[in-house]
């Protein structure tokens, strides 16, 4: 599953698309991701670079040739604990299928 391996790996490196944001202005921000805190996901856009808060956002990451979807509570942690307990996140998230956007 997509959504699982993207869970379970490095997200620094990635080209983000912001889809949905509570802060109107961050809405459309695209670039590649240059940091990553347990809250934010710092972007490189054309502009420079803005920060992003993960738990009020919704991105589509561009990963291994596809577009995946992902609701930003999901990642609010230390990456590298994430990286930890992608499975047990896919366990106590049951999310729909429409979260992978093909």
Do not use: H
């Not at 040739?65 to 047990?88: Q, T």
């Amino acid at each position: 599953m997509t959504l699982a391996t993207i869970l379970a790996d490095t997200l620094i490196g990635l080209f983000v698309e912001v889809v949905e944001c509570t802060d109107p202005g961050k809405v459309g921000l695209k670039g590649k991701i240059t940091n990553e805190t347990k809250n934010l996901l710092v972007i490189q856009t054309e502009k420079g670079e803005k920060k992003v808060s993960k738990d009020e956002s919704v991105f589509v990451f561009k990963y291994k040739s596809k577009n995946v979807k992902v609701i930003g509570k999901l990642l609010v942690s230390r990456p590298e604990d994430r990286i930890k307990r992608a499975p047990k996140l896919l366990r106590r998230w049951r999310f729909p299928a429409f979260f992978l956007k093909r």
